[in-house]
Structures are given as C-alpha cells and as structure tokens.
C-alpha cells in the first residue's frame, strides 16, 4: 500500500496583501468571531493570517488588483 503524504496548512503562516491598484478597496478578512473588513488605500499592504484569507482576497489576486505575498 503506497503511503500518502498529507499536506496540511500551517495556520500561522502570514502573507502580506497590498492593494495594487490606483483606487482604495475594501477587502473582508475572515477573524475568529465572524468578519471584519479592512480598508486599503493605494500601495497600502496589511499582514494577515493564511486561513484568514477569503474568497474576495483571491477574486482581486487574479484580477491583479491586489498582490498576496509570503
């Protein structure tokens, strides 16, 4: 029987998110209690937890308005 590796995502692993674009946006992360949103003015760069990272953050990366980071 072949072993299988397990990948497993390390929580505390931080990735730096900064907004590319020439206007603010406001982009929701994911926090223990529920949601909180964070507002990002041009060039501006936040360090969020990987698992904090939500569906918006990954719709804006592949539009190349924001840029993540490790």
Do not use: C, D
Not at 3 to 30: A, D, F, R, W
Not at 36 to 45: D, E
């Amino acid at each position: 029987m072949a072993k299988e590796l397990i990948k497993i995502n390390n929580p505390t692993t931080y990735k730096k998110i900064t907004n590319k674009s020439v206007q603010g946006l406001s982009v929701i992360i994911v926090s223990g209690s529920g949601f909180k949103s964070a507002w990002l003015a041009p060039k501006q760069q936040i360090m969020v937890l990987e698992s904090e990272i939500t569906q918006q953050i990954k719709n804006l990366h592949k539009r190349r308005l924001i840029s993540i980071e490790n």
